[in-house]
């Protein structure tokens, strides 16, 4: 929203500077995204008095000699294209060096030179509305009024109030606050931070009779006030022929004149916030085929549809609310007019409509149709009930001013439920409590009187009346921000909470993350990834997953981000592939993150169960991820066992494994199918290793470190073993395990070295051992009775020491 | 004969000069042999700086601009990595446990009821547009903020406020809104969380303990500044600011959006089941990314989920 600092001052005495005030405004009221100084937009622009216009023989140009005053120049040449332009009249000049103010600010700002068009020197232009940015008229240049008295060459600022400053502040954060979104609410806000009793300004209000007239409303909630008013324009209302204050105001705001009673309306909505439409009264009788206006406020009926002010014709839904003429819809409420009720230049008599309406209806409204106008914004922070009448005397008032001969008829008001104050008791204690602050009962009162509550002190406890404005007021909390606010969130006093004396307990699930990725990237060398929850069909199809167990995003932002992941392995098989073109070829990738899928359920909560999965996928075989597996287990002190993998889509299942702790599977790991390989585009065996975190939970054994030291020298021998091929490895090392620790007061080691397979039907494992006495030096005789019982446990599994 | 060669002749010599000794008188024998020690003693220093810097002589000069050595293989270290965001992410969690603060998780996946109702967001409120969220065909939500997580943070540690007077728990974890992406908009990005419930909470308090928070991890004294702020959640509401710290190149000048924050708003308080007229809270909560970016004069937001490892590997 765009605020002009002129205006505010108008409503509210400022002392501050500009600056001063803009940052007051920003800690204390609203984010201030931008501020620009029009003075130094509209710089070099001047009040000019054209004194000829000839036409230039074979073009549209004309040759015009402009009074620029004395500095500048009492004939200075313009050629000018506008078919308006005329000798004697007042208009907008560009001087030479100046910047177009439409272009001012923009990347691209275009600055004004002297230049030679048809032969003819022309010394800047004179401009449109659209080039000063004070409009979007382009058919001619801006002609002001002869009644000014300012003498040519005066500067365009001084003219017409441009020596202001713009803020713009940042609507979100006023979502609350209808009555921001009109000057006179900002203003009042602005006295309360300067600590400053606001002077509500007086609104014109309309002499004219008071009818019951005809409204009927579906439901309360729809439309808590609906008014109107009805004028009788005599003759229709003619464009006003001079560019005006109304056209600044309204270019200030962003927005520009339309016509002489749609520019009312809209001055009326960007001083009070309370948005107004006008409908043609007799184009409405005509919709609904009556004699007298008979209004309804209701829900559209699908399939109703309505063709609306811009021509489009929109498919209305239920939540849609319309404005009826004898029940048919002639506008989509809050949002905007129908075409068939649009005021033009034959209008003769007007009805025009101030009312609010539900805005949660208006938001769907908003949503569905994609109507973001300045009058739908404020309606759906939900205008208070107390402000229809008020501005719609006010502005009955001023287009019946307008065109002078106009009169109005009568107008009319119906409350949904009578008008209640919203009451508010709480005390000084309590606003000091939880503000951490020690302000006096008088500050506290004198600082919400300020902004139109009435508070009521009785010792302690205050009776706070919010004005009726304030439909955002509904608990003590919010009299409580209003305080604060106020005086400064920044003024209060630092302090800091009592903490007991205790350790925070920590999570079990946070701590495992952490103690992987320093086991991964740390000790095992491998790259920690962070990749999106959002994947797309094509890439759970390729990695051989069931597409129609992921949760589908129906608003996705693309088919690329159209499900939320099952596993993590599809996405690290993808960043595998694209590192690996990128020249990083041996490297293990892991990520740690959350996926889920329907077949999960749902929990206690009813949403999904989601599980935290480690995902490790690296170029190799089998072994390559069985030598991570080895080391977490090592390093978190758990005991896994591997099992037979059901059939799968993603691993290879005959090389591949599923992962168990205490007989709950807990994750997978090994090749992934050459077939899935393959739709990744990678060259080489790759393998992978999933575990769900989750399950490790609660799992953890006592992780002993084996040492025990010896002052004794160890002793090493290497050990070769035949077996049959499908002898299991651990068999094998259990057997010379139980042989070694037959022996006491021997403490050991044993390290695989190599699986050899020689022959199709045995395979040689080796060994290297180290062994020590806690008690001796070992003797080789003692070396070799060890020996011998290794052999002969071994020899008892059918295995033979070579 | 060279210097060194001159001294260890003059040592030679000097052992003789001992055999003098038996010659004195005993009184004078003390002083005689300190002062032939004193003058061996510099006699070897001479002679070992000399050996010293002859050795020295000998040895080829380095260019110390080269890498690595000649003919020699170059060093190299390993190569694993940790991701810059979970690595901020550790390091905000520990500043708060430090500070009594529980750590726990956000879910990924969630509900209309902890995205909006818990949070005192009313049915079909325009304050809930302001969060574009992505939604399954079930209608579960990727959160959009960690607030989700207050309702579970309130509910799951209600036990504390009996137990330790307080609740004290930040929730960081991953969410998602649907917007364009572009260098500084991610449709997926990392926020924590915080709420604390006590007695006495107020909004002294919240700023204090966001003050310190952001005075530990700049590890500098930083001021602070508010503005109004306007969430459903949180009454008074309030985004926070502190000034640009000397580590992010601040010099005093400028100053960074940090978090949204305020006190807990009484409805949400309720529906956790604790007594607002008894207890009062604050909560805050802010971006992850935008800390690793200005720490690391990160330009695209968008390198943090691409898995590239021409960018990972600076971490």
Same mark, same amino acid.
């Given at each position: 929203?765009?605020?002009?600092?002129?205006?505010?001052?108008?409503?509210?005495?400022?002392?501050?500077?500009?600056?001063?005030?803009?940052?007051?405004?920003?800690?204390?009221?609203?984010?201030?995204?931008?501020?620009?100084?029009?003075?130094?937009?509209?710089?070099?622009?001047?009040?000019?008095?054209?004194?000829?216009?000839?036409?230039?023989?074979?073009?549209?140009?004309?040759?015009?000699?402009?009074?620029?005053?004395?500095?500048?120049?009492?004939?200075?040449?313009?050629?000018?294209?506008?078919?308006?332009?005329?000798?004697?009249?007042?208009?907008?000049?560009?001087?030479?060096?100046?910047?177009?103010?439409?272009?001012?600010?923009?990347?691209?700002?275009?600055?004004?030179?002297?230049?030679?068009?048809?032969?003819?020197?022309?010394?800047?232009?004179?401009?449109?509305?659209?080039?000063?940015?004070?409009?979007?008229?382009?058919?001619?240049?801006?002609?002001?009024?002869?009644?000014?008295?300012?003498?040519?060459?005066?500067?365009?600022?001084?003219?017409?109030?441009?020596?202001?400053?713009?803020?713009?502040?940042?609507?979100?954060?006023?979502?609350?606050?209808?009555?921001?979104?009109?000057?006179?609410?900002?203003?009042?806000?602005?006295?309360?931070?300067?600590?400053?009793?606001?002077?509500?300004?007086?609104?014109?209000?309309?002499?004219?009779?008071?009818?019951?007239?005809?409204?009927?409303?579906?439901?309360?909630?729809?439309?808590?006030?609906?008014?109107?008013?009805?004028?009788?324009?005599?003759?229709?209302?003619?464009?006003?022929?001079?560019?005006?204050?109304?056209?600044?105001?309204?270019?200030?705001?962003?927005?520009?004149?339309?016509?002489?009673?749609?520019?009312?309306?809209?001055?009326?909505?960007?001083?009070?916030?309370?948005?107004?439409?006008?409908?043609?009264?007799?184009?409405?009788?005509?919709?609904?085929?009556?004699?007298?206006?008979?209004?309804?406020?209701?829900?559209?009926?699908?399939?109703?549809?309505?063709?609306?002010?811009?021509?489009?014709?929109?498919?209305?839904?239920?939540?849609?609310?319309?404005?009826?003429?004898?029940?048919?819809?002639?506008?989509?409420?809050?949002?905007?007019?129908?075409?068939?009720?649009?005021?033009?230049?034959?209008?003769?008599?007007?009805?025009?409509?101030?009312?609010?309406?539900?805005?949660?209806?208006?938001?769907?409204?908003?949503?569905?149709?994609?109507?973001?106008?300045?009058?739908?914004?404020?309606?759906?922070?939900?205008?208070?009930?107390?402000?229809?009448?008020?501005?719609?005397?006010?502005?009955?008032?001023?287009?019946?001013?307008?065109?002078?001969?106009?009169?109005?008829?009568?107008?009319?008001?119906?409350?949904?439920?009578?008008?209640?104050?919203?009451?508010?008791?709480?005390?000084?204690?309590?606003?000091?409590?939880?503000?951490?602050?020690?302000?006096?009962?008088?500050?506290?009162?004198?600082?919400?009187?300020?902004?139109?509550?009435?508070?009521?002190?009785?010792?302690?406890?205050?009776?706070?009346?919010?004005?009726?404005?304030?439909?955002?007021?509904?608990?003590?909390?919010?009299?409580?921000?209003?305080?604060?606010?106020?005086?400064?969130?920044?003024?209060?006093?630092?302090?800091?909470?009592?903490?007991?004396?205790?350790?925070?307990?920590?999570?079990?699930?946070?701590?495992?993350?952490?103690?992987?990725?320093?086991?991964?990237?740390?000790?095992?060398?491998?790259?920690?990834?962070?990749?999106?929850?959002?994947?797309?069909?094509?890439?759970?199809?390729?990695?051989?997953?069931?597409?129609?167990?992921?949760?589908?995003?129906?608003?996705?932002?693309?088919?690329?981000?159209?499900?939320?992941?099952?596993?993590?392995?599809?996405?690290?098989?993808?960043?595998?592939?694209?590192?690996?073109?990128?020249?990083?070829?041996?490297?293990?990738?892991?990520?740690?993150?959350?996926?889920?899928?329907?077949?999960?359920?749902?929990?206690?909560?009813?949403?999904?169960?989601?599980?935290?999965?480690?995902?490790?996928?690296?170029?190799?075989?089998?072994?390559?991820?069985?030598?991570?597996?080895?080391?977490?287990?090592?390093?978190?002190?758990?005991?896994?066992?591997?099992?037979?993998?059901?059939?799968?889509?993603?691993?290879?299942?005959?090389?591949?494994?599923?992962?168990?702790?205490?007989?709950?599977?807990?994750?997978?790991?090994?090749?992934?199918?050459?077939?899935?390989?393959?739709?990744?585009?990678?060259?080489?065996?790759?393998?992978?290793?999933?575990?769900?975190?989750?399950?490790?939970?609660?799992?953890?054994?006592?992780?002993?470190?084996?040492?025990?030291?010896?002052?004794?020298?160890?002793?090493?021998?290497?050990?070769?073993?035949?077996?049959?091929?499908?002898?299991?490895?651990?068999?094998?090392?259990?057997?010379?395990?139980?042989?070694?620790?037959?022996?006491?007061?021997?403490?050991?080691?044993?390290?695989?070295?190599?699986?050899?397979?020689?022959?199709?039907?045995?395979?040689?494992?080796?060994?290297?051992?180290?062994?020590?006495?806690?008690?001796?030096?070992?003797?080789?005789?003692?070396?070799?009775?060890?020996?011998?019982?290794?052999?002969?446990?071994?020899?008892?599994?059918?295995?033979?020491?070579? | 004969?060279?210097?060194?060669?001159?001294?260890?002749?003059?040592?030679?010599?000097?052992?003789?000069? %001992?055999?003098?000794?038996?010659?004195?008188?005993?009184?004078?024998?003390?002083?005689?042999?300190?002062?032939?020690?004193?003058?061996?003693?510099?006699?070897?220093?001479?002679?070992?700086?000399?050996?010293?810097?002859?050795?020295?002589?000998?040895?080829?000069?380095?260019?110390?601009?080269?890498?690595?050595?000649?003919?020699?293989?170059?060093?190299?270290?390993?190569?694993?990595?940790?991701?810059?965001?979970?690595?901020?992410?550790?390091?905000?969690?520990?500043? %708060?446990?430090?500070?009594?603060?529980?750590?726990?998780?956000?879910?990924?996946?969630?509900?209309?009821?902890?995205?909006?109702?818990?949070?005192?967001?009313?049915?079909?409120?325009?304050?809930?547009?302001?969060?574009?969220?992505?939604?399954?065909?079930?209608?579960?939500?990727?959160?959009?903020?960690?607030?989700?997580?207050?309702?579970?943070?309130?509910?799951?540690?209600?036990?504390?406020?009996?137990?330790?007077?307080?609740?004290?728990?930040?929730?960081?974890?991953?969410?998602?809104?649907?917007?364009?992406?572009?260098?500084?908009?991610?449709?997926?990005? %990392?926020?924590?969380?915080?709420?604390?419930?006590?007695?006495?909470?107020?909004?002294?308090?919240?700023?204090?303990?966001?003050?310190?928070?952001?005075?530990?991890?700049?590890?500098?004294?930083?001021?602070?500044?508010?503005?109004?702020? %306007?969430?459903?959640?949180?009454?008074?509401?309030?985004?926070?600011?502190?000034?640009?710290?000397?580590?992010?190149?601040?010099?005093?000048?400028?100053?960074?959006?940090?978090?949204?924050?305020?006190?807990?708003?009484?409805?949400?308080?309720?529906?956790?089941?604790?007594?607002?007229?008894?207890?009062?809270?604050?909560?805050?909560?802010?971006?992850?990314?935008?800390?690793?970016?200005?720490?690391?004069?990160?330009?695209?937001?968008?390198?943090?989920?691409?898995?590239?490892?021409?960018?990972?590997?600076?971490?």
């Amino acid at each position: 929203m765009l605020i002009s600092l002129n205006e505010i001052k108008k409503l509210v005495k400022v002392d501050l500077t500009d600056a001063e005030l803009v940052k007051l405004i920003g800690s204390r009221l609203v984010e201030v995204e931008s501020v620009t100084d029009l003075k130094e937009k509209y710089k070099k622009i001047y009040l000019v008095k054209v004194l000829s216009a000839e036409d230039i023989e074979g073009t549209h140009l004309h040759l015009c000699k402009i009074d620029a005053g004395e500095e500048l120049g009492h004939s200075v040449q313009v050629v000018c294209g506008a078919p308006n332009v005329h000798a004697g009249m007042l208009a907008a000049w560009i001087a030479p060096g100046a910047i177009v103010p439409a272009t001012f600010g923009t990347n691209e700002p275009f600055e004004i030179a002297v230049r030679k068009l048809h032969g003819f020197e022309s010394n800047g232009m004179l401009a449109a509305a659209d080039e000063l940015a004070l409009g979007t008229d382009h058919a001619g240049i801006i002609e002001l009024s002869p009644d000014l008295t300012a003498a040519p060459g005066t500067p365009l600022t001084d003219v017409l109030d441009l020596d202001d400053k713009i803020i713009e502040v940042e609507n979100k954060s006023l979502t609350h606050r209808p009555d921001c979104f009109g000057l006179i609410g900002f203003a009042r806000e602005v006295a309360g931070i300067l600590g400053q009793q606001f002077v509500e300004p007086r609104l014109p209000q309309i002499d004219c009779e008071a009818k019951k007239g005809s409204i009927t409303i579906e439901s309360p909630d729809l439309c808590p006030c609906y008014s109107y008013s009805v004028i009788n324009l005599e003759n229709p209302l003619a464009k006003k022929p001079y560019f005006d204050f109304g056209d600044v105001f309204l270019a200030k705001a962003g927005m520009h004149s339309i016509s002489p009673i749609v520019d009312v309306t809209n001055i009326y909505m960007l001083l009070t916030g309370q948005p107004l439409h006008a409908f043609d009264y007799d184009k409405f009788l005509k919709v609904g085929g009556t004699a007298e206006p008979k209004i309804g406020v209701r829900l559209a009926r699908e399939p109703e549809s309505l063709t609306l002010l811009d021509g489009s014709n929109v498919k209305l839904t239920q939540h849609d609310i319309v404005i009826t003429s004898n029940d048919v819809p002639v506008a989509l409420a809050g949002a905007m007019g129908g075409e068939l009720t649009k005021i033009d230049e034959t209008t003769e008599r007007v009805i025009l409509e101030s009312a609010t309406f539900s805005l949660c209806n208006l938001r769907k409204t908003q949503m569905a149709h994609g109507i973001f106008s300045e009058a739908i914004t404020r309606f759906t922070k939900g205008q208070p009930a107390a402000n229809c009448e008020p501005v719609l005397l006010a502005a009955t008032q001023d287009i019946v001013d307008v065109s002078q001969r106009a009169q109005a008829e009568f107008y009319a008001v119906h409350y949904a439920a009578p008008l209640a104050p919203i009451v508010i008791t709480l005390t000084t204690k309590e606003i000091n409590a939880l503000l951490g602050s020690s302000y006096t009962p008088e500050l506290i009162i004198q600082t919400l009187e300020n902004t139109g509550f009435a508070v009521k002190p009785a010792g302690e406890t205050l009776t706070v009346t919010a004005p009726a404005w304030r439909t955002d007021i509904h608990i003590k909390e919010d009299i409580i921000e209003e305080v604060g606010r106020l005086l400064g969130f920044d003024n209060l006093p630092l302090n800091f909470p009592l903490r007991p004396f205790v350790c925070p307990s920590v999570d079990e699930l946070w701590t495992l993350k952490e103690q992987l990725r320093t086991l991964l990237s740390d000790r095992l060398d491998a790259n920690e990834l962070l990749t999106y929850s959002f994947v797309s069909k094509s890439l759970q199809e390729k990695a051989g997953e069931d597409v129609t167990d992921s949760y589908k995003i129906v608003n996705s932002l693309s088919p690329e981000l159209e499900c939320f992941r099952q596993t993590l392995v599809p996405s690290l098989l993808e960043k595998l592939r694209e590192n690996q073109k990128a020249g990083y070829k041996e490297r293990t990738l892991y990520e740690l993150n959350q996926v889920t899928r329907k077949s999960l359920g749902l929990n206690d909560e009813g949403v999904p169960v989601m599980e935290t999965d480690l995902g490790v996928v690296m170029p190799g075989d089998f072994y390559a991820a069985k030598a991570v597996l080895l080391e977490l287990e090592k390093y978190l002190g758990v005991k896994f066992k591997l099992s037979r993998l059901e059939t799968d889509g993603t691993f290879e299942p005959v090389h591949a494994a599923a992962i168990y702790l205490n007989e709950t599977k807990v994750g997978q790991i090994g090749e992934i199918k050459t077939g899935v390989c393959r739709a990744f585009k990678l060259g080489e065996t790759a393998s992978a290793l999933e575990l769900t975190l989750d399950k490790l939970l609660g799992q953890k054994t006592q992780r002993t470190a084996k040492i025990a030291l010896s002052r004794f020298p160890s002793v090493s021998r290497d050990l070769t073993v035949r077996v049959d091929a499908d002898t299991a490895f651990e068999q094998v090392e259990a057997a010379i395990r139980a042989a070694l620790s037959q022996n006491t007061g021997l403490l050991y080691t044993i390290e695989p070295v190599s699986i050899f397979r020689k022959e199709e039907t045995s395979k040689n494992l080796s060994f290297h051992l180290e062994m020590t006495s806690t008690e001796k030096t070992l003797e080789s005789k003692e070396i070799s009775a060890i020996i011998e019982k290794i052999t002969n446990s071994l020899t008892e599994l059918g295995a033979e020491v070579v | 004969m060279s210097k060194l060669e001159e001294l260890k002749l003059e040592l030679k010599n000097l052992g003789r000069e %001992y055999a003098k000794i038996k010659t004195l008188d005993p009184a004078e024998r003390k002083a005689f042999g300190e002062k032939l020690n004193a003058k061996k003693q510099g006699l070897l220093a001479e002679i070992k700086a000399l050996e010293d810097a002859a050795f020295s002589e000998d040895l080829p000069a380095l260019d110390f601009s080269a890498p690595f050595g000649e003919n020699a293989p170059k060093f190299t270290y390993k190569k694993g990595t940790k991701h810059p965001l979970t690595t901020e992410l550790s390091i905000v969690g520990e500043i %708060y446990r430090n500070m009594g603060f529980n750590v726990i998780e956000a879910r990924q996946l969630d509900d209309e009821f902890h995205m909006f109702e818990s949070l005192n967001f009313p049915e079909g409120h325009p304050a809930r547009d302001g969060y574009d969220t992505f939604r399954t065909e079930e209608g579960f939500i990727p959160p959009a903020h960690t607030s989700t997580m207050q309702y579970r943070a309130l509910t799951r540690f209600r036990g504390n406020l009996e137990e330790k007077g307080q609740i004290a728990v930040v929730v960081p974890g991953r969410v998602f809104r649907n917007e364009d992406v572009d260098a500084t908009h991610e449709h997926t990005f %990392y926020q924590c969380e915080g709420v604390f419930v006590s007695r006495s909470a107020n909004m002294g308090q919240l700023l204090s303990v966001l003050k310190t928070f952001f005075e530990t991890y700049y590890g500098q004294k930083l001021n602070i500044k508010t503005q109004p702020g %306007y969430f459903p959640f949180t009454e008074p509401s309030l985004e926070f600011q502190i000034e640009k710290p000397a580590a992010l190149g601040g010099k005093g000048d400028g100053w960074l959006e940090m978090c949204g924050c305020g006190m807990v708003h009484p409805n949400v308080l309720k529906t956790a089941g604790i007594d607002p007229e008894v207890y009062k809270g604050f909560a805050w909560g802010g971006g992850i990314d935008r800390l690793v970016m200005l720490k690391y004069g990160i330009n695209d937001v968008r390198y943090f989920e691409s898995g590239k490892l021409d960018f990972l590997k600076e971490f």
